[in-house]
């Protein structure tokens, strides 16, 4: 059973730090993986998709890289603004007859101005 | 549509009472998804449709939940005799093809009093 943990739960940083979200998942055979950001009483949005077969993705200011090998994936954000400020949430699709999309239960990040 | 679209976006019902979500998918998309979340939870996989595949209901936490999805397109999930842990936001998402990026829409909020 595909289980996918992030670390931290909650991050503070000042206004243009760089940082890194952490992402693990237990069962390295997916089908890809897939960074959100659900800012309060909204739904998610999309930023990454990164396929197996792929080690990054990069998008604007945001980097995601996977490892599937250790079951890893970490979103980097360079020069952080307070508009960045929201919950970021990690999906593993697993591979084979199962497709669904498991999440990990987020990380808080505050950018403060 | 541009996007997914859920309805209704609030919805307040008694406990005992059945209630109907709506979620229309972005045209063209052939994955449907339903997720659960409960305040300050993660997201609870609910049930996965793709094409005209049988659909993975491994995530209906009991038999008062149902989903179906008409003509490949619009899905409703039914909650009968809604109980108060019920409530919470119900996300829908749909992706082209089962690897595809999914998109979410922003959710119906149920409240049972």
């Known amino acids: 059973k595909q289980e996918v943990t992030q670390i931290p739960a909650a991050l503070s940083v000042p206004e243009g730090e760089n940082l890194v979200l952490n992402c693990s998942f237990t069962?390295?055979?997916?089908?890809?993986l897939q960074w959100f950001r659900q800012d309060p009483g909204k739904g998610l949005t999309s930023l990454l998709l990164?396929?197996?077969?792929?080690r990054e993705q990069t998008s604007g200011r945001l980097n995601a890289s996977l490892d599937k090998s250790s079951g890893r994936s970490t979103l980097y954000i360079a020069a952080s603004q307070p508009g960045d400020s929201a919950t970021y949430l990690c999906?593993?699709?697993?591979?084979?007859?199962?497709?669904?999309?498991?999440f990990g239960t987020g990380t808080l990040l505050a950018v403060q101005p | 549509g541009a996007g997914v679209s859920q309805s209704p976006s609030n919805k307040v019902t008694e406990k005992g009472k059945d209630v109907e979500l709506r979620c229309d998918p972005i045209?063209?998309?052939?994955?449907l998804y339903w997720y659960r979340q409960s305040l300050g939870q993660g997201l609870e996989f609910l049930i996965y449709?793709?094409?005209?595949?049988?659909?993975?209901k491994s995530g209906l936490p009991s038999d008062r939940f149902s989903a179906e999805r008409t003509g490949g397109s619009v899905s409703t999930l039914t909650i009968q005799r809604t109980q108060q842990e019920d409530s919470a936001v119900y996300l829908c998402?749909?992706?082209?093809?089962?690897?595809?990026?999914?998109?979410f829409g922003q959710g119906t909020r149920l409240t049972v009093v």
């Open positions: 449709f793709q094409g005209n595949s049988a659909p993975d």
């Open positions: 999906a593993a699709r697993s591979g084979g007859a199962t497709n669904k999309l498991i």
């Open positions: 998402a749909s992706s082209l093809g089962t690897g595809g990026r999914a998109f």
């Open positions: 990164i396929q197996s077969s792929q």
């Open positions: 069962d390295s055979a997916i089908y890809n």
């Open positions: 045209s063209g998309h052939t994955a």
